[in-house]
């Protein structure tokens, strides 16, 4: 079953982690998911970011690219 990769245990990073990670990289190396709701994302979003509110997310896991880093 898909679900029980969300028990897998994962790395947490702050936003100066993430913006660095983010500028060291192409924009195609790497999934970037924004899981908030339509209206969050539509006032500000960072470019290139995927929707899939978290609601969402079991059900679309097919659209995350796996050969990307996560």
Not at 21 to 34: G, P, T, V, Y
Not at 36 to 49: C, F, N, V
């Amino acid at each position: 079953m898909r679900w029980k990769q969300f028990f897998t245990p994962a790395k947490s990073i702050d936003a100066a982690e993430a913006k660095a990670f983010m500028a060291e990289r192409s924009q195609d190396d790497f999934n970037l998911i924004d899981v908030r709701q339509l209206k969050e994302y539509e006032a500000s979003h960072i470019p290139g970011s995927k929707l899939i509110p978290i609601a969402d997310l079991d059900k679309r896991l097919d659209e995350i690219d796996p050969s990307k880093r996560p």
